[in-house]
């Protein structure tokens, strides 16, 4: 595995463009972990399920999930019904 000083000189001898082009791919591979990951989330939910997200107000509260959709999930909290994201999810 190559140090971090070394990539950071690596990074300082790359032109501009070399650099765009970098962050595209850094960016589109970040995006495609958070997709897996969030596939791996949604396989293992149901309605009816409870769990708890990551969200300042409700951390820690439990959360019953009442519809599943494509990226996100309706949940009943304490206080009301959110739409959530799946990657937000704490199982």
Same mark, same amino acid.
Request: glycine share 4%.
């Given at each position: 595995?190559?140090?971090?000083?070394?990539?950071?000189?690596?990074?300082?001898?790359?032109?501009?463009?070399?650099? =765009? $082009?970098?962050?595209? +791919? /850094? /960016?589109?591979?970040?995006?495609?972990?958070?997709?897996?990951? $969030?596939? !791996? /989330? =949604? $396989?293992?939910?149901?309605? !009816?399920? @409870? *769990?708890?997200?990551?969200?300042?107000?409700?951390? !820690?509260?439990?959360?019953? *999930? @009442? =519809?599943?959709? +494509?990226?996100?999930?309706? /949940? +009943?909290?304490? *206080? !009301? @019904?959110?739409?959530?994201?799946?990657?937000? @999810?704490?199982?």
């Amino acid at each position: 595995m190559t140090s971090p000083a070394a990539v950071a000189e690596m990074l300082n001898d790359m032109s501009y463009e070399e650099l =765009k $082009a970098l962050n595209n +791919q /850094v /960016v589109e591979m970040a995006k495609a972990k958070r997709n897996m990951d $969030a596939i !791996g /989330v =949604k $396989a293992n939910l149901h309605v !009816g399920q @409870i *769990i708890q997200f990551d969200d300042n107000q409700l951390r !820690g509260m439990d959360c019953e *999930i @009442i =519809k599943i959709n +494509q990226t996100r999930v309706k /949940v +009943q909290t304490p *206080i !009301g @019904i959110y739409n959530v994201p799946i990657n937000f @999810i704490i199982i």
